[in-house]
C-alpha cells in the first residue's frame, strides 16, 4: 500500500516536470485562457445565424492571400495587409514625429515659464480630452486633402501628453540638482544639457509611450472615414465589398492592429528605457 | 577672534504657513566666523540647522539681517561657497568623474583643458575613489558617494564649505573614518567650514566651535563652545583628552536643558488651551473680569505704568489694571506668592531669587516677560562722610581699611538688584562687603529717615529717593550705576508662570501698554508732564515735584552737580528679557554665597527669562522684537562677563565665596 503510493506520486512527480519550467510557467495561464476564449468564439459562432465566421472559419476565409502574402498588389487599393500597414505606418511616423518635436518645445516653455504654464493650462486640459474624430472634419476643411488630413489628426491627437508630460518633467526636477546648479552657477546650456534633460527623460518617454498608443487609434479611425489606402481603410472597404470573407478580413485586419498597436507601445518603451536608463 | 570672514547680521527668516500667518523659523542669530575655522551647528530637529546653512549657501534668502563674506552681501548661491547636501545630489545619469567634471568645468572656465583634467584627477584621488571613477551614483555605497560629493566639492576650492549633516547616513565604521579624511582634507585646504550635525563627538572632533540653536519657532544661538582640544585630532586620543568630557557633558546638557524645555512649554499650553475655550466664551458674554492686580513700589520705575494708566493703554484693549501700592518688598513679593497680586513690578533679580528660593521659602516657578525699567540707582553717603574727602570708592576703601566698625548700609530688599550692583561696586574696590560692610533691609521710604537718625551710613536706592536725601542736605552721592553697570536691568515685570500661560493674552496687554508708555517716558519732551504725573497722590505724591525737578541733580545738591539722565524705559532693547543678564546675576548669587550655581542655568534661564512673550508683546505695541545681543556685557569694573562662559567668570571675581557646581 505504502510502496504503492510512493511509487503513484514521484510519478506524478516526473511527469509534472515539465510543466514547472520558467518559460512554460509563463506561457500556461495566457495560452489556456486564450485558447478557452477562442473555443468559446468557435462555439458561439455555431448559434449565429447571420453566419459569424468563428476563428477557425477566419483563418481558412484570409489564408491565402491575406495571411500568405501581406505585400500582394494588385494595383489600385487592392493591396496585401503589409503594404496597407506600411501606408498606416507612414502616416503615423510623420504626424508622431511632428507632434513629437512641437510638443517636447511646447512642453519645455510650458515648464519652464511659470506664466505660460498657468495660462496654457486650462486650454490643454480641456484640449486634449477631444476624441480623434472630432478634429477629422475641421482637418479636412483646412488641408482639403485626405492624407495631410490624417497627418493633422495623428498630430493634434498625440501631442497632448506629450506636452503635459514634458512641463511635468521639469516641474519634478528634484530640488537637489536645482540646487546644485544654481551653486554651481552651471550656464544655460550645461544646465539644459547635463540637468534639465537628462531628469525629464523619463517623463517625456511617458509622454511619449501614451501618445503612440493615442496615434494609433486616431490613424485607423481616420483612414475609415477618409483615405485611400492604410489599415483603416481595408477594414472599411471590406465592409463596403460585404463579400463572404468580408467579417474575416474585417476580424484579421484588428487583430493585426492590435498587435501593431502592441509593437509600436514596446517599441517607444524601450527607446525610453534606453535613453533614461540614467535618470532611474 | 581674527577678523571675521563671514559675518551673519541679525538674521531673522520666516517662512509663510498655506493658512496664512508666517513660521519664524530662525530669530536674530549673530554669528562671526574666522577665516579657516571649522564650525558645527548644533540643536534639536527643526530648530532651523539647515536654514541656516541654506542663507549662508544663498539658496534661501533672509527676511531681515544679512550674510557678509569678506565684506560682501550674500545674495545668490556660488561655487566660493560650495555646499555638500544632505543627500549628496550627485547626478545619477553621470559617472563619478563626469559629476566631478560639470563641477571643475563650469568653474574653472579660464582654466586649459589639461589643468582641469588634472584637478578632476587629483580630486578623486583625494578621497581614494580612482576604482570607482567610471561607475555611476547607482552603483556606489553611501559612504563611497559622500566622498564623490565632498570631492566635487572641493575640487572648485572654495572658500567656505557648507555640510549639511554629512555623515548622516552612514554607518558608524564608514562615519568614523570618512569623518578622519574629512578632517585631514579640510585642514590641508585651509578652507573655512561649516557643518549642520545631530552628533555631538562629530562636532567636538571636527570643529574649533560649536554653535548650539534653541529650539524653534524663532530658534535663536544658545550657546557657542569654544573647542579647545589641540589639533591636529586623532579620534581615539580626543577622546582621552581631559577636557572632552567636560565640552562633551556641556553639549548634552544644552541639548538635554532644550528637550526638557521644550517638554515643560508643552505641558504649560496643553491645558491652556483647554482652559482658554470656556474663558473666551464667557469673555464674550462679558463675565470674565479682564482685570490684573498689580503690585508695585513708588518710584521712578512706575512711570510706564502712571503713564499707560493716564493714556488708557490698558482700557483700550478691555484690559482693568488694578495698581497695588506697597511700601515693603518683601510684603509685595508675599502676596505675589499667595496669589493675591497677579503680576508685580519687582527688582530685576527677583524672579530667578523666587525660582531657587533664596529667601528660604521654597521655590515658586516665577518668569519674566519683559524688563520694565533700566538703571537708575544711586548709592549716596551720608554728609560726614564728604568732610573726611571719601569722593570715591578707592578713598572709600581707604578709610576702611582700618576701621573697627562695618560701614552701615542700607538697601531695598535682601538679594535685589540694588544689593548685588552695592557688592559688585564694593568688591571691584577691594572692599569685601561681608567684612568690610553691614548691610540693613529698609524701605526705601523709611532710608531718608535712618540716615538722618544715624543708624546707616548711606544706602543704594533709585534716584529720586536719593536725590531727596542729597536736596535735604543728609547726603551725598558717590556712585550711581553708570559707573557699575550702565544699562543694567533695574525692574521687570514678575509673575507665575502658570497665570501667564492661562492669562497670556492678558499679560500680553499689559506688556504692551508698559512698552508704549516707557515710550512716552523716554521722550525728553514729555518731561514736564511726567513730572506732574508722577507727582500726583496716588504715584510719589504732592511733596516730590521739587525733588522730581531736582532729581537729576545728583551732587552735593549745590547747582554745579552732575545732571543724569532719567531712568532708561525704552530704547534699543530695553524691554527685551535678557537671558545674558540673568546669568549674570545668577554668577553674583553664587558669588555671594548664596546657593550654588546651578548646572541647569540655560533650562532656568531659558524658563524664566520669556522672550517669546516679550517679542509678542513688542510687536502687538507695533515695535519690532529684538532678541538679546549675545556680545559679553561690558561692565565698569573692566571684566566683562561672558553668557557662555559664566564659571571662568566667577573665578575671576574678586571676593568670590561660590560653591560646588550644583549638578541638575
Known amino acids: ?26 506561457i500556461k495561464a495566457p495560452v489556456v485562457c486564450i485558447g478557452l476564449t477562442l473555443a468559446l468564439w468557435q462555439f458561439l459562432s455555431l448559434f449565429s445565424s447571420e453566419g459569424f465566421p468563428g476563428p477557425i472559419t477566419v483563418i481558412a476565409q484570409t ?23 506600411l501606408i498606416s505606418l507612414q502616416r503615423v511616423a510623420v504626424g508622431y514625429t511632428l507632434a513629437a518635436v512641437v510638443g517636447i518645445a511646447a ?18 486640459q480641456v484640449l486634449r480630452t477631444v476624441p480623434p474624430l472630432a478634429w477629422l472634419p475641421i482637418s479636412l476643411l483646412l488641408f482639403q486633402q485626405a492624407d495631410t488630413a490624417a497627418i493633422f489628426v495623428i498630430f493634434i491627437t498625440a501631442i497632448w501628453p506629450i506636452i503635459i508630460n514634458t512641463a511635468v518633467g521639469i516641474n519634478e526636477i528634484p530640488q537637489d540638482y536645482t540646487n546644485v546648479a544654481r551653486v554651481l552657477r552651471l550656464r544655460k546650456r550645461s544646465y539644459l544639457r547635463d540637468i534639465l534633460m537628462p531628469a525629464t527623460a523619463p517623463y517625456v518617454f511617458t509622454g511619449l509611450r501614451i501618445a503612440i498608443g493615442l496615434a494609433w487609434l486616431a490613424i485607423v479611425a481616420a483612414e475609415m472615414l477618409k483615405a485611400d489606402g492604410g489599415i483603416g481603410f481595408f477594414i472599411w472597404d471590406a465592409y463596403n465589398a460585404g463579400g463572404d470573407s468580408s467579417t474575416s478580413q474585417i476580424i484579421l485586419a484588428i487583430v493585426v492592429i492590435g498587435l501593431v498597436g502592441l509593437a509600436l507601445d514596446r517599441l517607444v518603451g524601450s527607446v525610453g528605457d534606453l535613453v533614461a536608463k540614467g535618470g532611474k | 577672534m581674527a577678523k571675521a570672514f563671514l559675518t551673519v547680521d541679525d538674521v531673522t527668516r520666516s517662512f509663510p504657513l498655506p493658512k496664512g500667518g508666517s513660521y519664524v523659523a530662525l530669530k536674530d542669530i549673530d554669528l562671526q566666523i574666522a577665516e579657516g575655522e571649522f564650525i558645527s551647528l548644533i540643536g534639536h530637529s527643526g530648530c532651523g540647522k539647515s536654514t541656516l546653512l541654506n542663507l549662508m549657501a544663498g539658496l534661501d534668502q533672509a527676511n531681515t539681517g544679512g550674510i557678509l563674506m569678506e565684506n560682501r552681501q550674500v545674495t545668490d548661491p556660488g561655487p566660493d561657497r560650495m555646499v555638500v547636501f544632505q543627500n549628496y545630489s550627485l547626478l545619477p545619469w553621470q559617472t563619478v568623474r563626469q559629476n566631478i567634471a560639470l563641477a571643475v568645468n563650469n568653474v574653472m572656465r579660464e582654466a586649459g583643458e589639461a589643468e582641469r583634467r588634472e584637478r578632476i584627477e587629483a580630486s578623486i584621488a583625494l578621497v581614494g575613489l580612482g576604482h570607482a571613477a567610471d561607475k555611476h551614483p547607482g552603483e556606489l555605497s553611501g559612504g563611497m558617494k559622500q566622498r564623490v560629493a565632498i570631492a566635487r566639492a572641493l575640487a572648485i576650492r572654495p572658500k567656505l564649505l557648507l555640510l549639511d549633516e554629512p555623515f548622516g547616513a552612514l554607518d558608524a565604521l564608514t562615519r568614523g573614518n570618512l569623518q578622519q579624511q574629512l578632517m585631514q582634507i579640510c585642514q590641508q585646504a585651509g578652507v573655512t567650514t561649516v557643518m549642520v550635525t545631530h552628533s555631538v563627538d562629530e562636532a567636538l572632533l571636527l570643529s574649533d566651535r560649536v ?9 535663536g544661538i544658545g550657546q557657542i563652545v569654544p573647542v579647545t582640544l589641540p589639533r591636529p585630532r586623532q579620534r581615539l586620543e580626543v577622546m582621552e583628552h581631559p577636557d572632552y568630557y567636560k565640552l562633551r557633558s556641556e553639549l548634552i546638557n544644552f541639548l538635554q536643558q532644550q528637550r526638557r524645555l521644550k517638554q515643560h512649554r508643552q505641558t504649560l499650553t496643553t491645558p491652556t488651551v483647554a482652559g482658554a475655550a470656556p474663558s473666551s466664551t464667557a469673555k464674550a458674554a462679558g463675565l470674565t473680569p479682564r482685570k490684573v492686580r498689580l503690585g508695585y513700589l513708588p518710584g521712578l520705575d512706575v512711570a510706564p505704568l502712571a503713564v499707560g494708566l493716564e493714556r488708557g493703554f490698558f482700557a483700550e484693549r478691555d484690559t482693568q489694571i488694578i495698581p497695588v501700592v506697597f511700601h515693603r518688598w518683601q510684603q509685595m513679593e508675599e502676596q505675589l506668592r499667595s496669589g493675591e497680586l497677579d503680576v508685580a513690578i519687582t527688582s530685576a533679580s527677583a524672579p530667578l531669587a523666587l525660582n531657587l528660593g533664596l529667601q528660604g521659602q521654597g521655590a515658586w516657578p516665577a518668569i519674566t516677560p519683559m524688563t520694565v525699567t533700566r538703571n537708575g540707582n544711586a548709592i549716596c553717603l551720608a554728609r560726614r562722610f564728604r568732610d573726611l574727602q571719601i569722593d570715591g570708592l578707592s578713598a572709600l576703601a581707604e578709610r576702611l581699611k582700618g576701621r573697627e566698625w562695618p560701614l552701615r548700609l542700607a538697601i531695598g530688599q535682601q538679594g535685589s538688584m540694588q544689593e548685588l550692583l552695592l557688592r559688585h561696586w564694593l568688591a571691584s574696590g577691594g572692599i569685601d562687603p561681608d567684612r568690610d560692610v553691614e548691610f540693613k533691609v529698609l524701605s526705601p521710604m523709611a532710608m531718608q529717615a535712618a540716615l538722618l537718625a544715624g543708624e546707616i551710613d548711606g544706602f543704594i536706592a533709585g534716584r529720586y529717593r536719593v536725590a531727596k536725601a542729597v536736596e535735604s542736605g543728609l547726603a551725598y552721592v558717590v556712585a550711581t550705576d553708570l559707573d557699575i553697570w550702565s544699562n543694567h536691568p533695574e525692574k521687570v515685570l514678575t509673575c507665575h508662570e502658570g497665570w501667564a500661560a492661562n492669562n497670556e493674552a492678558l499679560l500680553l496687554d499689559l506688556c504692551s501698554g508698559l512698552i508704549r508708555g516707557g515710550q512716552i517716558c523716554e521722550d525728553g519732551g514729555q518731561h514736564d508732564n511726567l513730572v506732574g504725573l508722577l507727582s500726583r497722590p496716588q504715584w510719589l505724591g504732592t511733596d516730590s515735584a521739587l525733588a522730581l525737578q531736582r532729581q537729576f541733580d545728583l551732587g552735593p545738591g549745590e547747582a554745579s552737580g552732575r545732571r543724569l539722565p532719567l531712568n532708561r524705559y525704552h530704547g534699543d532693547r530695553a524691554h527685551v528679557a535678557n537671558p545674558a543678564e540673568g546669568a549674570w546675576i ?79
Not at chain 2, 603 to 609: A, S, T
Not at chain 2, 612 to 624: I, K, T
Open chain 1, 107 to 124: 512642453g519645455l516653455a510650458i515648464g519652464l515659464n511659470r506664466f505660460l504654464r498657468r495660462g496654457f493650462d486650462p486650454l490643454i
Open chain 1, 63 to 85: 489564408w491565402d492571400p491575406y495571411i500568405v502574402n501581406p505585400f500582394f498588389d494588385d494595383g489600385g487599393t487592392a493591396k496585401g495587409l503589409g503594404l496597407q500597414l
Open chain 1, 1 to 26: 500500500m505504502t510502496s504503492l503510493s510512493t511509487t503513484t506520486r514521484r510519478q506524478r512527480r516526473g511527469s509534472a516536470q515539465w510543466l514547472r519550467s520558467p518559460l512554460v510557467s509563463q
Open chain 2, 211 to 219: 554653535v548650539c540653536l534653541t529650539n524653534g519657532p524663532a530658534a
Open chain 2, 586 to 664: 545668577l554668577t553674583q548669587f553664587s558669588r555671594w554665597g548664596w546657593c550654588p550655581f546651578p548646572g541647569n542655568r540655560l533650562e532656568l534661564l531659558g524658563q524664566v527669562y520669556r522672550n517669546d512673550l516679550c517679542s509678542a508683546a513688542l510687536e502687538q505695541a507695533g515695535l519690532p522684537a529684538l532678541r538679546p545681543e549675545r556680545q559679553p556685557i561690558p561692565l565698569a569694573c573692566g571684566l566683562p562677563f561672558d553668557q557662555d562662559d559664566p564659571l571662568r567668570y566667577l573665578e575671576q571675581l574678586p571676593f568670590s565665596r561660590t560653591t560646588a557646581t550644583a549638578v541638575s
